[in-house]
């Protein structure tokens, strides 16, 4: 059973266990326009909630993504520094950034789920 | 059809003249030119060089064997490949340029003038100090100006751009701290700023805390004050800042940071718009850098290296990098190492700085006076306040009341249009402009920032709102391809920024 979680920053984690997905959300895609490169973080690498993990240049802006949950870099998506077209073409699934291991799952009380995201985008318009 | 270096020959699909086919490619005047290496022939050139004598080599072996490949060209061909290209750029001096954020103004002929007398544009930086009198007193002057102008006692005349002046800045209140053994580690930043404020902070060792806006565009002063803290070195504002705006609280930042024992650090980008106005030193600011390429008019953007002097604070001269004049008596001195109670950080640069733009810069500061410079600042901010105020009905500025030198536009005015930002800058374009700047700042959503300056006579000024307003009202009405496709009359249509930025081709090889 995994749950989908939001940030105000538009990253989403897909949580499984105690291990979570993270990437931009479709909106934030969009915002950016084409993205052409990313820069992931290293395996291991320890970060707090908030914490810069990645960089992303897009033809408009560069921008970061921070971590929705702090924990250890278990994984990155390695295909996505080599197309990174794949982040604009599904950002909720092929284009995913990095896995990481939940330190604390309270932390996840922090965040929105699909719903209270979808008011909050609406809510920017 | 392709023409005879395998581009086509025909127009684009869509533009202007399509299904116009010329034998050369060229449509018209407009000249499809082909790179260098594409012309000549081999073993020609522009000048008349003697046989290379055979003498033995001490390269053992590493003697190069193949072609160098250079293209042979003689002095015609290349004035002709440079003139034809410079034919498809755009210049200050062909239009407006409102390149938000760049200051594009006119470079005054008289600058051009004085920066090539022999005297100046002759000078080597080794030459003896009693043979280049003239220059050093000629920085000894600008350094003046500028000191008077912002109030403040030291300028590090050195650096060589905007960003390097940063560099100076912090650098010198690196080691200001650290002389007083106080080693701090975060660097406060807006999150409108230039993106080379942060960059410099982090390039210097600190860590960027950025400091929200507020809903009027302006430092969320509350916030700023809860992040200070005595591990702060100091704060990176820009004012008048990168949304247009002048940070009325700029005396509360001065003070909160000073009482946390950080420093002030202006970036003095926008010093175009308050110049002869307001002086920086009244407001509490320990170092600010001033483009010389900006608000002192002298070439950049191509045409020229800028020039980034920093004015400091009388807390942080005795940290300035050599070398720097001194006068003494009615001798100059330029000083190259350390001496007397001057504690420098070290050098910036291997020479003294950007001579020729020193010169164009004086030569603005003295056609001007005082008097004249203060009017560049209210006319930069009048021409400005008057796009904003014509253009207000047909388009949607994201912060309200007057501006400073930058009108500032969000892209709510395309809601629904199906046109974005870069359809709007594109179809510019068409109508014979340079874009503005667009989606920066990055706190505005689908920025679009105007910079006239006080270069624009009200006739340009006018027209340029004409053709905006006329853009603004035909995205309204539905005339989308219009901007979707746009642009339609360039030399080239619209490039793929995406490829170029994802596959880049850096290298060129022949055809084979």
């Known amino acids: 059973m995994s749950e989908t979680k939001y940030t105000e920053d538009h990253e989403w984690i897909r949580v499984e266990g105690d291990v979570g997905t993270v990437g931009i959300t479709d909106y934030a895609q969009g915002q950016l326009g084409d993205i052409v490169f990313v820069e992931l973080p290293d395996v291991g690498k320890e970060l707090d909630q908030g914490d810069e993990a990645c960089v992303i240049d897009s033809v408009k802006a560069a921008a970061e993504v921070y971590a929705p949950v702090g924990g250890e870099i278990v994984e990155t998506n390695d295909s996505v520094t080599d197309k990174p077209g794949v982040v604009n073409e599904d950002a909720m699934g092929e284009g995913w950034f990095f896995k990481i291991k939940i330190a604390d799952p309270a932390e996840l009380d922090d965040l929105m789920d699909e719903e209270a995201y979808k008011a909050f985008v609406e809510g920017l318009a | 059809?392709?023409?005879?270096?395998?581009?086509?020959?025909?127009?684009?699909?869509?533009?202007?003249?399509?299904?116009?086919?010329?034998?050369?490619?060229?449509?018209?005047?407009?000249?499809?030119?082909?790179?260098?290496?594409?012309?000549?022939?081999?073993?020609?050139?522009?000048?008349?060089?003697?046989?290379?004598?055979?003498?033995?080599?001490?390269?053992?072996?590493?003697?190069?064997?193949?072609?160098?490949?250079?293209?042979?060209?003689?002095?015609?061909?290349?004035?002709?490949?440079?003139?034809?290209?410079?034919?498809?750029?755009?210049?200050?001096?062909?239009?407006?340029?409102?390149?938000?954020?760049?200051?594009?103004?006119?470079?005054?002929?008289?600058?051009?003038?004085?920066?090539?007398?022999?005297?100046?544009?002759?000078?080597?930086?080794?030459?003896?100090?009693?043979?280049?009198?003239?220059?050093?007193?000629?920085?000894?002057?600008?350094?003046?100006?500028?000191?008077?102008?912002?109030?403040?006692?030291?300028?590090?005349?050195?650096?060589?751009?905007?960003?390097?002046?940063?560099?100076?800045?912090?650098?010198?209140?690196?080691?200001?701290?650290?002389?007083?053994?106080?080693?701090?580690?975060?660097?406060?930043?807006?999150?409108?700023?230039?993106?080379?404020?942060?960059?410099?902070?982090?390039?210097?060792?600190?860590?960027?805390?950025?400091?929200?806006?507020?809903?009027?565009?302006?430092?969320?002063?509350?916030?700023?004050?809860?992040?200070?803290?005595?591990?702060?070195?100091?704060?990176?504002?820009?004012?008048?800042?990168?949304?247009?705006?002048?940070?009325?609280?700029?005396?509360?930042?001065?003070?909160?940071?000073?009482?946390?024992?950080?420093?002030?650090?202006?970036?003095?980008?926008?010093?175009?718009?308050?110049?002869?106005?307001?002086?920086?030193?009244?407001?509490?600011?320990?170092?600010?850098?001033?483009?010389?390429?900006?608000?002192?008019?002298?070439?950049?953007?191509?045409?020229?290296?800028?020039?980034?002097?920093?004015?400091?604070?009388?807390?942080?001269?005795?940290?300035a990098p050599l070398p720097y004049v001194v006068q003494e008596g009615d001798k100059f001195r330029l000083v190259e190492e350390t001496e007397g109670e001057a504690k420098p950080f070290g050098r910036l640069k291997g020479f003294h700085g950007q001579m020729g733009m020193f010169v164009r810069a004086l030569t603005y500061m003295m056609s001007h006076g005082g008097d004249g410079l203060k009017q560049v600042a209210e006319d930069a901010v009048l021409s400005a306040n008057y796009i904003m105020a014509a253009l207000g009905d047909v388009m949607t500025a994201p912060f309200e009341g007057p501006c400073m030198h930058e009108a500032l536009f969000d892209d709510r005015f395309l809601k629904g249009t199906g046109v974005t930002t870069l359809d709007f800058a594109k179809a510019m374009i068409d109508e014979g402009y340079h874009p503005m700047t667009m989606y920066f700042p990055l706190v505005v959503h689908g920025a679009l920032l105007i910079e006239p300056t006080e270069t624009e006579s009200k006739e340009a000024l006018d027209e340029f709102i004409g053709a905006l307003r006329h853009l603004a009202e035909r995205a309204k009405a539905g005339d989308t391809a219009r901007f979707t496709g746009a642009p339609y009359l360039a030399p080239r249509r619209r490039l793929d920024e995406t490829a170029a930025a994802r596959q880049p081709v850096l290298r060129w090889t022949p055809a084979q």
């Open chain 2, 1 to 319: 059809m392709l023409n005879r270096q395998g581009r086509p020959s025909a127009p684009e699909a869509g533009s202007a003249g399509a299904g116009f086919t010329t034998w050369t490619g060229h449509r018209g005047l407009a000249h499809e030119e082909p790179l260098s290496f594409e012309q000549g022939a081999k073993g020609r050139t522009a000048v008349d060089l003697p046989e290379i004598p055979k003498v033995a080599d001490r390269l053992g072996g590493l003697a190069r064997e193949g072609e160098i490949g250079l293209p042979g060209l003689s002095e015609p061909q290349v004035v002709r490949h440079f003139v034809r290209l410079s034919r498809q750029n755009y210049a200050i001096d062909l239009g407006v340029y409102p390149l938000g954020s760049c200051t594009m103004k006119h470079n005054p002929r008289l600058n051009e003038k004085l920066a090539r007398l022999p005297g100046f544009a002759d000078l080597h930086p080794m030459q003896p100090m009693a043979t280049i009198q003239g220059a050093l007193e000629l920085m000894a002057q600008l350094g003046g100006w500028l000191s008077k102008l912002t109030n403040m006692p030291a300028i590090a005349m050195s650096p060589a751009a905007g960003a390097h002046g940063e560099l100076c800045g912090l650098l010198t209140i690196r080691a200001a701290l650290e002389a007083r053994g106080d080693k701090r580690k975060r660097v406060l930043v807006p999150e409108s700023a230039h993106g080379t404020n942060p960059a410099t902070a982090a390039f210097c060792g600190y860590t960027v805390d950025p400091i929200p806006a507020t809903a009027d565009g302006r430092v969320d002063l509350e916030a700023f004050r809860k992040k200070l803290g005595s591990d702060v070195a100091a704060v990176m504002l820009t004012n008048p800042n990168t949304c247009g705006l002048f940070e009325r609280e700029i005396i509360e930042v001065a003070d909160a940071i000073h009482a946390a024992g950080g420093f002030f650090y202006c970036d003095g980008a926008n010093f175009n718009a308050i110049v002869g106005r307001v002086r920086p030193g009244d407001l509490g600011i320990d170092a600010m850098h001033i483009n010389l390429h900006k608000t002192f008019s002298t070439p950049h953007g191509g045409g020229g290296p800028g020039s980034g002097p920093v004015a400091l604070s009388a807390a942080l001269a005795p940290y």
